[in-house]
């Protein structure tokens, strides 16, 4: 308490030292001295509080132990009075009623002040650069109130010393209360400013709220390694708060601490027999090299060669991905510009971290000037008596009178110690203190429910596993992410999958009529209305290479995978889309058969990003599974979740139906049938004589119908080609059967009869 930067500096191996703090809980300014000026506080210029009487207490405004032990004597005029008040000396316990710290940088330097730009009281703490320092006001309450506590560590005796009068100590330590905890529910408070006028001002308060959750990173860096095993990790010299860190699948205890090594600029040193945790530059230079400690290697080599990158070869933004806390954890990005340079490269980096808009700002703005302070590498050899230095540290290499400053990254032991060393500036790891974006009340969740759809989806590239279903959701306004719970009844649903934004669904407006396959329609033309987006054409190139997938409701509930070329505008969210791939991905039996065109009124979706994946089961496919979907923020039971009942039928297990089907009858009356096999699974590629077979077996059944399209033989095949008898054409129908419909299709032993080929001889 009332501790000056200077003070940390002199004193303590760093601000958020906890010992440090703990042990001047009971002395500093206005306990035992003060500062007279602000030029006394620059140079710490110390003042002795005293009274002349002998009882200096009096006059310490944070003596309580002082106030607590002692005969209280008014001094009217200044003179004390011979008979003392009716206070009891410990006669009572003391409470704290309101104990905080700012968020702030250096904010235990003036715990008390509160920054409120409205106010006539606005101040920061002394020193305090205005920084958002949620870990110096996390180490300050946790110094306070372990210093009061006995069995706490960090638990100071004479701090708190017993009554001799009751049964209890000076400060009632279960009467600690700290400095705020707001009613008001966070994250509305702060960030709906058009309710709290006062939300600015929870950034470098003293709040509680929403700053609970976080985690000191050192903390968060042993639970990480103690989650992998190893507890020989020493992070005691980090400092930061972490609110929220994503482990979303397995991955090894190096790549799990490599996000938070970025954003907080820490690197892991093999130091001895543990692995050290380090902020870069925050530490002085432990050595300064010139010429006569640098061993010379090689005749005629240079002592040290220094080697300076490419102005192109640095990257002139950075860009991050994080969490944002304020936006319900919603993705959101922060960059950082050079505005002069001739570079055009980006550097950008996904961090599964939750933070806030002026850290993230922050840590763009140190993650790229660090790139260009660190673009001198500087190579040299020591002696094997230089053994104490080690990666991680920095050291200052003089040459010419002109001094540098490097980062070791490598070394080498093999005689001479081959040192590898990169320029390091400590001044670009200061955060920048960013002015706050405007904040914006979130909107309100519309109470509606979206319009969704299930699809029945092939494989639209091979990647995707083959018994996923698909669904895509539209609303307006967008409830920020969509939940869709199933269950196979109608109790116990559980979440299936989330949608993250909105999909472009729609509806066709005029007829969709038949149209060959596996070449590019011209005739067609589709009037199509939509909504959450728009429909944008593209090159023949691009749509060769699957540009522009869209789904169409088609015949018989199937949906049909087009693509389309060209989409003309027609009035808002009304399109007229053109130049066709039709049937792709093997729905060429969705397509409108008999010349009957697909009726106005079809479900039109975009096959986009916005269209979540559902993984199913194999033993759920086909089963009447009950759906309920609605904003992810609100409870399953609330009003806004719609209900659907749907099967997905596995549309990625059916097998394609077989291409270039020919029908022909020999002289004994025979038909002989043959046909080419596709693929659902690695069928492009033009070095193989053979598509891959992508089902457990190869098998086929042709169906043989009779006039009322009854099936009157259904014949085996395990090859691409077989024969329906003259002798049983007359079996089944009484003579050669002419003309003879037959449709062919191939088997699966997960799916059952794959997508027809259909011919008539």
Known sequence: DGRTHLDYIAGARSEYDLDYLSSNIAAGEGYDWYYANQGDRNQQVRTPISDGEGKPWVFRFKDVRGWWENRHYNRPGGVEQATPTAWLAESKPIWLMEIGCPATDKGANQPNVFVDPKSSENALPYYSEGGRDDLMQRRYLQALIRSFTPGEEGFIPALNPGSTVYSGRMVDFNRMFVYCWDARPYPAFPFNLDVWGDGENWRLGHWLNGRLSGVPLAELIQALLLEYGFDRGVSDRLSGIVPGYVVDRPMSVRDALQPLGLAYFFDAIESGDVIAFRHRGSEPAVATLIDESIVETEPEAPLVTLTRAQETDLPASAKINYVSGATNYSQSVAEARRLIGASGRLAQAELPIVMGADQAAGVAESWLYESWATRERASFALPPSRLELEPGDVIELERDAVARTYRITEIA???????????????????????????????????????????????????????????????????????????????????????????????TESPLPKAPVSRIDYSTKLQVSVSGGQLTSVTRAQLLAGANVAAVHGQDGLWEVLQFEIATLLGEGYYELSGFLRGQAGTESAISVAGTPIAPGANFVLLDSAV??????????????????????????????????????????????????????????????????????????????????????????????????????????????????????????????????????????????????????
Not at 668 to 673: E, N, P, Q, T
């Open 413 to 507: 032991d093999s005689g001479p110690r081959a040192i590898e060393a990169r320029s390091i500036d400590p001044e670009v790891y200061n955060l920048v203190t960013a002015p706050p974006r405007e904040s914006r009340s979130p909107e309100a969740n519309s109470s509606g429910t979206p319009q969704f759809a299930f699809l029945d989806l092939p494989l639209i590239n091979g990647s995707e596993p083959p018994a996923a279903g698909y669904a895509a959701a539209i609303q307006d306004p967008w409830p920020g992410i969509i939940a869709l719970y199933g269950s196979p009844e109608a109790t116990g649903f559980r979440l299936r999958c989330l949608l993250p934004g909105p999909a472009i669904i729609g509806a």
């Open 612 to 761: 979540a994946r559902v993984d199913l089961g194999l033993d759920e496919l086909r089963l009447p599974y009950q759906w309920r979907f609605g904003p992810a923020n609100r409870d399953l039971s609330d009003t806004s979740y719609g209900q659907a009942e749907h099967a997905y039928a596995g549309i990625g297990l059916r097998p394609l139906s077989p291409v270039h089907l020919r029908v022909s009858r020999n002289g004994a009356g025979d038909i002989d049938l043959s046909w080419i096999r596709r693929t659902r699974i690695g069928g492009d590629s033009w070095d193989t004589l053979e598509v891959p077979l992508a089902e457990d077996f190869e098998r086929y059944e042709i169906d043989v119908f009779a006039d009322d399209d009854s099936v009157a033989r259904t014949i085996p095949a395990d090859t691409t080609t077989t024969t329906y008898a003259a002798s049983d054409q007359i079996a089944d129908f009484g003579t050669l059967r002419n003309p003879c419909p037959i449709r062919v299709h191939q088997l699966s032993a997960l799916f059952g009869r794959g997508a027809a080929a259909i011919a008539a001889v």
